[in-house]
């Protein structure tokens, strides 16, 4: 059994976005804090090499979990860094649709623009961002853009946290979702989470804590290493940065009783959709994520676009057909075009714990939900057709990339889970501030909001110590 010896005033579980900026938040202060995460530390001298490793590796379930009638694949990073390891690093901050809603859900007053622009500033401050320039747009972005003009929809870049990714030497970013070998994506591990290791923060990798005891002055987690080895760690105060599903999982197993743990799970179900054309697009090929929707119709009709494209492995799933019919698709892999509809759902699905511990995800599309799925695909044939797709190839697996909710904060503890200092109702030593505290689904990446409501859960924190 290993045990903790040092006297730490914050324990942190989970090492993802919300996590890694909590902790350095704290250390930044002269916090002594502790993170734990199931994940394994990676770096650029060892990120997987191949797509069949990368998805083994950083993510929970060997690449995909699934709803109850397998109908929504869930990716779920399982890293040091999470989600910033393997997404494309886009920073969006909300608009005032999003926090409104989220305000008349909880009842929670800071819920607003001008309330959280600090917070946005401070984590602007951390990291470098950018748009792609237009030289190494590919392929697909191209189709992106050009047929938002055919139509009279408005598209904007995408703003991305990176730096100098040198694609001038031939560096196509759809490696980056195994991590990104040169550093150029601004993921925690290479900016808050390397300065906070350099003060006042222990990070300990490949731990999978399962159980939780809070008290007065003290709160103690346990869990197994990856080698079967067990744990047991100790700090005045916790805070849960383990995502909607990580979350729900420990607080359940740990005997916490409110009914609505792990209820109100949204994920924002993204459908990417392909076209086959008689040219090269060569989406796999440098920047492959530059465009996104900025229509003002489509976010009144609940969806957003954005050009997408994945490695060969992925692709191949979504595609319909078996045999020499599939074979005849992914020979023609970099005749694809891709756009991803990701819709603003609004059916709240429910995460159970069953008795070996595993997830149980209840989540499906209501009518509403369709509608949105409906009108975003007819918005996607009408830009395949109008740049000459010679057909379009629906894909067959929706993909829960955004996972949100199930400790949602509010205001009355008979709907919430956490208040509006994220501490759980049950319990005030108990904080937390990821995803998971989301009243319903924003419509928007989530990532950088994650980041601004973390520092100030840190900041809260530091006020609580």
Same mark, same amino acid.
């Given at each position: 059994?290993? !045990? ?14 919300? $996590?890694?900026?909590? &902790? ?20 650029? $001298? ?6 069949? /490793? ?22 779920? @990073? ?14 969006? +901050? ?42 190494? +747009? ?19 870049? %995408? ?104 209820? $109100? ?20 090929? &440098? ?35 078996? $045999? ?65 797709? !010679? ?18 904060? &509010?205001? /009355? ?14 319990? @005030?030593?108990?904080?937390?501030? /990821? ?20 520092? !100030? ?7 609580? %110590?």
């Amino acid at each position: 059994m290993t !045990k903790s010896e040092a006297n730490y005033d914050v324990m942190i579980v989970g090492a993802g976005v919300s $996590g890694s900026f909590i &902790g350095w938040y704290l250390a930044e202060k002269g916090v002594k804090c502790l993170v734990l995460e199931a994940g394994s530390y990676f770096h650029a $001298g060892n990120y997987p090499t191949n797509e069949r /490793d990368s998805n083994s590796k950083f993510y929970w379930g060997g690449g995909l979990e699934f709803n109850t009638h397998a109908s929504i694949g869930l990716l779920r @990073p399982k890293a040091v860094g999470g989600g910033s390891i393997v997404n494309q690093a886009l920073l969006d +901050r909300f608009d005032a649709d999003a926090l409104d809603s989220w305000k008349n859900r909880s009842g929670v007053e800071y819920f607003s623009q001008k309330a959280l622009e600090k917070y946005y500033d401070i984590v602007d401050e951390q990291l470098v961002s950018q748009e792609i320039p237009a030289k190494y +747009r590919n392929g697909n972005a191209e189709v992106f853009e050009q047929g938002f003009k055919n139509n009279g929809y408005i598209c904007a870049p %995408l703003i991305r946290a990176q730096k100098d990714c040198k694609y001038e030497d031939g560096n196509d970013c759809i490696e980056c979702l195994g991590g990104c070998r040169i550093d150029s994506k601004q993921s925690t591990p290479v900016t808050v989470l390397k300065k906070a290791m350099d003060k006042n923060l222990d990070v300990v990798p490949d731990f999978d804590v399962t159980d939780m005891q809070v008290e007065d002055s003290t709160t103690r987690v346990s869990g197994t290493f990856t080698n079967g080895q067990k744990g047991e760690f100790s700090a005045r105060k916790l805070v849960l940065a383990a995502g909607a599903i990580g979350n729900t999982r420990l607080l359940k197993q740990s005997g916490f009783r409110n009914p609505i743990i792990g209820s $109100g799970f949204y994920t924002h179900p993204q459908h990417m959709i392909l076209a086959e054309y008689d040219r090269e697009i060569n989406a796999q090929k &440098g920047a492959f994520q530059a465009f996104k929707s900025n229509d003002e119709n489509f976010r009144r009709d609940g969806f957003k676009l954005e050009n997408v494209f994945a490695a060969p492995v992925a692709i191949a799933m979504l595609l319909p057909g078996f $045999g020499k019919k599939h074979q005849e698709i992914m020979e023609r892999y970099i005749n694809l075009a891709c756009i991803e509809v990701a819709i603003r759902d609004t059916n709240p699905g429910r995460i159970k714990i069953n008795k070996a511990g595993k997830p149980v995800i209840s989540k499906s599309l209501n009518k509403l939900d369709k509608t949105r799925l409906k009108k975003g695909t007819e918005a996607i044939y009408n830009i395949f057709n109008s740049t000459g797709a !010679k057909r379009v190839i629906p894909g067959i697996l929706p993909i829960g990339l955004h996972l949100m909710g199930g400790c949602a904060m &509010g205001l /009355d503890e008979r709907n919430s889970v956490v208040n509006a200092d994220f501490q759980m109702h049950e319990n @005030p030593n108990v904080f937390i501030a /990821d995803s998971s505290i989301f009243p319903d689904a924003p419509g928007i990446n989530p990532s950088m909001t994650i980041m601004a409501l973390s520092v !100030k859960a840190a900041e809260t924190i530091l006020q609580k %110590l």
